[in-house]
């Protein structure tokens, strides 16, 4: 005796005749199809009776080497007596045949992924059978090859061809071309060919008896729950293989039994734009694949949607108008009752309609707004809930252009979806041409190995970048990112020949000037232009932002360092700057040529006559970030890279430098090299310049502090500057800069004679700083975590490189996702846990934020959340999809303590 019989457990649940065993909060057990199947019965709909077998049952039988639970087999039995007496119809009987369907519904829906047997039952007596009940024998036989197909395919692993085949001889020797032209002895002829087909592949005839077949086809499903296609999508869609498959057996019902018969698919609203309005298609007399198949041209439900479509044929609404009146008030009836949008199948028999299947519906991110929005306006559901009914991540569809889902695609690469949108341009291979072309209002993408931080303007000029080179947190997918230009990094295959001004792709050449499309959201290139939607903002947007603005507890600031960027950051609702990396104010090309005379100085004096050239220019830019931000906090860091980026780098660069700035070409070339480093993100960067050249950070905190003076001084809101330091490991390291920062801004609030509010903080982005947060916070008020440089310290895997092997470890299930895009939450997570938690012993209110790319991720988002911290900054586009997820972080945090 197994443990399952001592135990009694249920392995099949009924549904039915106005009641059922289990309901719609039992999708584990039930699979989505079961419980919302045993739910409509609940709720008195017009369902088919039948039954489900559990999804445990299939994990059981996975774990037993494919075999069933010993009282399976009573339990089926039971099931479908049930059936038989629900519908007077008894299963294998010669006159008065029960057909079935048998089909396979996991946990979440996977479309098309396993198999479904329909007409199940019939065999050389029953067939006659049905065809006496139905009054049509050409339709018994019609349903009996498609059984014998489908069951031959899905069942037995014959292939469908060989169906085809025979039925395409039939047509042509009638010579008729539609399927509809074949009369009842046609068919009979057809299923003797079948027959006759299946024996001789299988070398024993088609099962006749009706349980032989149920068990063969239960059994199918279990399997095809196995099959590569499914596996394949468990693996995309990230669903367990443990959660297993439902099978459910439900009396069949017939659409194609004349012309009062039907079956269609609806869906409550609108899925491509929310509309309120009942939407969706049918056919008359014709089964289920019929409406996919695609052979016939379905019929709208409504008569409004038929003239609006100017179609001739009629509407659901006037072909059938008592069955539609029916079905619009199940169809609003289950639109309520799920308080979600519905996705709906019905077949309706000889005028009696049957619903099939219910689900919530799938949609576009900008139906699922509206969807939302109009749901909490109508009192359905809570402004909570529609805030939980959004996709934080969907928000980028409705932020930049997508491409048009029914064009064509002719795709060359595959690289990262560094960052969103879609763009269409000509090829340049330079930075320089971009800018050319770009200001001269040509549409251009910009094709590059990697880009460094003197690309900056050519990115900024370009409609999209591409690059060959780099994960997602290199310099072009941070800065596409933060400009909100789709960008595509690390297409690995695309050979850039800059000389010869073209680039090769799978045989395939695009020079300069030719047309490409990238698509940022999926890391697509494609060759020539492609039809775009343009995004529009509606006031649901709106709406829906200001409720999870008022849900949310963490702060939602942006990584900005340009007066656009700070722009576009408090259009979208940021609440502050978060990070200001001013390396890229030096590349600006009104003081390149100062920066570069700052690092070619000799000693301390020649810096600090460089850095006097500067000091203007930066406190310019203070100003005008901290007037766009009007008093909101602005987190500046001082100067993190090696100062080599800095430098031009090759001979050719060096010369035309020397000569546009006077400098020396031999001193410019000797200095590049000095400056070399082999490891340049472990090498002489962030506070270590601090440490070795006081002067540069002197520079910038006086820049700081003079720009707030001003601002104070003009009576606008004074601004609450927060100086932070990069890439510092030691409290000692903290201490010194510390002192740096509080002894300069001293003397300038002297020199003005002005009080002005600061914090000084540090950036934790190396898991030492991490451990050793309680050091830190003697001297830090702050702590951004630097997730991006953290992630790569603490793997030991480069930020800029990953992308050429990262795949292969995604690929192989070893990373699940790239812990440069989603925080690794074990592992970096911990780091931030222990700096949270030792930052905060030393000092309570040490405030913490995140502003690595994983500021705007949101699974990151929701880990930040958990830990507590105070804000997550983000670039300004994704400013939105993080307030959003913070919002639901917060409701799944208080929904867990209740
Ligand atoms: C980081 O390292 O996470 C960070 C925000 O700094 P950057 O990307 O500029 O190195
Ligand atoms: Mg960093």
Redesign the pocket.
């Known amino acids: 005796m197994t443990t399952q019989t001592l135990t009694k457990t249920q392995w099949v649940y009924a549904f039915g005749g106005g009641g059922a065993d289990g309901d719609a909060s039992m999708k584990n057990l039930l699979g989505g199809k079961g419980a919302n199947l045993a739910e409509m019965s609940s709720l008195g709909l017009p369902v088919p009776p039948g039954f489900t077998i559990t999804t445990e049952c299939c994990t059981h039988y996975y774990s037993n080497g494919n075999t069933y639970p010993a009282d399976l087999d009573g339990q089926v039995a039971a099931g479908l007596a049930r059936v038989e007496e629900l519908t007077g119809k008894r299963f294998g009987d010669a006159s008065n045949p029960l057909l079935v369907s048998v089909r396979s519904g996991a946990r979440a829906s996977m479309p098309g992924m396993m198999d479904t047997v329909l007409n199940l039952g019939l065999n050389d007596q029953t067939v006659d059978g049905l065809a006496k009940l139905s009054g049509d024998r050409r339709f018994a036989f019609d349903s009996y090859r498609r059984f014998i197909q489908m069951y031959s395919n899905v069942v037995l692993g014959l292939d469908h061809h060989m169906f085809e085949e025979i039925l395409d001889e039939h047509k042509e020797r009638l010579d008729v071309t539609i399927d509809t032209a074949l009369s009842a002895e046609d068919w009979e002829r057809v299923v003797a060919d079948y027959k006759k087909a299946v024996e001789a592949d299988l070398g024993k005839p088609f099962p006749q008896d009706p349980q032989a077949q149920l068990w063969g086809a239960i059994s199918a499903v279990f399997a095809s729950w196995m099959n590569d296609r499914a596996k394949f999508y468990r693996r995309m869609h990230d669903i367990p293989e443990s959660w297993g498959t439902a099978v459910n057996v439900q009396s069949m019902v017939f659409g194609n039994m004349g012309e009062t018969s039907a079956t269609g698919v609806a869906f409550t609203r609108n899925p491509s734009t929310g509309e309120n309005r009942l939407y969706g298609e049918f056919l008359i007399n014709a089964q289920g694949e019929d409406v996919v198949a695609g052979i016939r041209t379905p019929q709208a439900l409504t008569k409004a949607a038929r003239e609006e479509m100017g179609d001739k044929a009629p509407s659901m609404e006037e072909a059938l108008p008592a069955v539609f009146t029916q079905f619009k008030t199940v169809v609003e009836t289950l639109e309520k009752h799920y308080r979600d949008m519905q996705d709906i199948e019905f077949t309706v028999e000889q005028g009696r309609l049957y619903m099939l299947q219910t689900r919530n519906g799938k949609r576009t991110a900008k139906a699922a707004l509206k969807i939302a929005v109009d749901l909490a306006n109508d009192g359905v559901i809570s402004q909570e809930e529609a805030v939980m009914r959004v996709e934080p991540a969907s928000l980028d569809q409705l932020l930049h252009p997508t491409i048009d889902p029914s064009s064509e695609r002719d795709v060359i690469a595959k690289g990262l979806p560094a960052s969103p949108g879609a763009a269409t341009g000509q090829v340049v291979f330079t930075a320089e041409e971009a800018e050319r072309l770009g200001s001269a209002g040509e549409a251009v993408i910009l094709v590059r190995d990697e880009t460094s931080p003197e690309d900056i303007r050519g990115m900024d000029a370009a409609r999209g970048i591409l690059t060959a080179r780099g994960g997602m947190?290199s310099h072009a997918a941070?800065v596409a990112r933060g400009m909100g230009r789709p960008c595509v990094s690390g297409a690995g295959e695309i050979l850039i020949d800059e000389k010869a001004r073209e680039f090769r792709v799978r045989g395939r050449a695009f020079k300069a000037g030719d047309i490409i499309t990238i698509d940022g959201s999926n890391g697509e290139v494609l060759s020539g232009a492609v039809k775009m939607i343009e995004p529009e903002l509606s006031g649901d947007f709106a709406a829906l932002m200001a409720w999870a603005d008022k849900t949310r507890r963490l702060k939602v600031r942006a990584?900005a360092e340009t007066p656009l960027d700070a722009r576009t950051a408090r259009q979208f609702g940021a609440e502050g700057i978060g990070?200001c990396?001013t390396e890229h104010m030096f590349f600006d090309e009104d003081r390149i040529a100062a920066v570069r005379e700052m690092i070619l100085a000799d000693d301390e004096r020649g810096r600090r006559a460089a850095l006097a050239k500067i000091l203007p220019m930066q406190r310019a830019d203070f100003v005008q970030l901290f007037t766009i931000m009007e008093g909101l906090p602005v987190t500046i860091?001082l100067l993190?890279p090696p100062l080599h980026e800095f430098l031009p780098h090759t001979e050719e660069d060096v010369k035309a430098v020397a000569e546009a700035t006077g400098l020396d070409a031999a001193k410019l070339w000797r200095r590049a090299r000095e400056l070399h480093e082999t490891n340049p993100m472990l090498g002489h960067r962030g506070c270590r310049l601090g440490v070795s050249y006081p002067e540069i950070y002197e520079m910038q905190v006086r820049a700081i502090f003079e720009a707030a003076c001003e601002i104070a001084a003009s009576g606008k809101a004074a601004p609450i500057p927060e100086i932070m330091h990069?890439l510092v490991a030691k409290g000692e390291e903290m201490r010194f800069l510390r002192q740096l920062t509080d002894r300069t801004a001293k003397e300038v609030l002297a020199e003005k004679n002005m009080q002005i509010e600061y914090m000084v903080g540090t950036?934790v982005?190396l898991p030492r700083a991490a451990i050793r947060a309680g050091d830190l916070a003697e001297h830090a008020e702050f702590f951004s975590?630097?997730?991006?440089?953290?992630t790569?310290t603490t793997f030991g895997i480069s930020r800029d490189d990953s992308g050429r092997f990262l795949n292969a470890y995604i690929d192989k299930g070893i990373f699940e996702k790239d812990p440069f895009v989603s925080l690794d939450q074990d592992g970096v997570g911990d780091l931030i846990r222990i700096a949270a938690e030792r930052g905060r012993a030393q000092r309570p209110d040490v405030k913490l934020g995140i502003?690595?790319?994983h500021g705007g991720d949101p699974a990151s988002i929701e880990f930040c959340e958990r830990v507590g911290l105070d804000y997550v900054s983000c670039s300004p586009y994704r400013v939105p999809i993080a307030r959003l997820a913070a919002a639901q972080a917060a409701i799944g945090e208080r929904e867990k303590d209740r």
């Open positions: 947190t941070v990584n990070l990396r860091r993190d990069p950036m982005e975590f630097g997730t991006n440089d953290l790569q502003c690595g790319e």
